[in-house]
């Protein structure tokens, strides 16, 4: 039977509900793609978070596909190239994102940062321009949410300074020991949902000896913990798993860390 977890949902500025774990899937080749993301599905998992990027939404289409889940019942993220940073090439980059996962449209799509990955800089402009795509994209009805990811406060404003529609979406590294307080707490006080990639910090978390010694006294292991901590922090976890029983015991999170406990990790630092 499905964790319960699994059906619960946030709710978006414009009202979408969007289901409160994600299944991420960075790193996870195409050729890999289909089963980890069946899998999943078949776990009961119903968000499912891609990238253009990540060169596995063929995939994940055809997991979705596979499942036979009426489209309806899932919840599915992609994202604009980081690179891209103009108004044709957005549009273009949807188009393709479509055809790759074989959808007619998303549930988010996000700009996956506000800068190319290779060239940081300012890119208040080109984002702006980035966004009047997204905009239509999202009045089109072709993605039913849209937001931003990797973006701080000043690029948050820029994105709000003249946008018609406000990003509901910021998507950023956060785990125990990164917790990015200012931007998490500007994308909440403008009516954004965070979401937390890399809950686990990609895995290092794994190791961590505070977090070992914490999750034996709830009788968990430090991935459920660690999970558990965005969600009681009001955040939205997208832990990525390729092996069926991480994917499996990610969603097993009955129980509540104590007041005391989440101060104590909200406090501590990664090294
Ligand atoms: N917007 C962005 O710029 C951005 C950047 C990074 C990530 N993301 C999104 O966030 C998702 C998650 O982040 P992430 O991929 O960095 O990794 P993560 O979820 O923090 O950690 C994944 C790693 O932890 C392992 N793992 C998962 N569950 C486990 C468990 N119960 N016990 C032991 N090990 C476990 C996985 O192993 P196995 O795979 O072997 O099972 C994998 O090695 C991504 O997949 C992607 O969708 C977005």
Redesign the pocket.
Known sequence: MASSILSETYTLANGVKIPKVGF?????PQAEAQEAVYNALSLGYRHI???LAYQNEQGVGAAISYSGIPREQLFVTT?LPAETKTYAGAKKDFETSLKNLGLDYVDLY?I??PWPWAKRGNYDKENKEVWKAMEEIYQSGRAKAIGI??FGVPEMKNIFAGAKVKPMVN?I?Y?VGYTENTITKFAKDNGLLVEA???????RL?QDPDLTAMAEQYNV?I??LAIKFCLQNGVLP??????RF??E??TQLDFTISDKDMDKLNSLEEE
Do not use: E, F, V
């Not at 991420?24 to 996870?28: L, V, Y």
């Open positions: 991420g899937t960075w790193q996870i978070d891609t990238a994202k996000l996956h940062a990811s990797n998507q590294q785990h990639y890399s809950p686990l910090a990609t895995g794994l292991s991935a459920q997208l832990p990525k798993a390729t092996h991480h994917a015991s990610n």
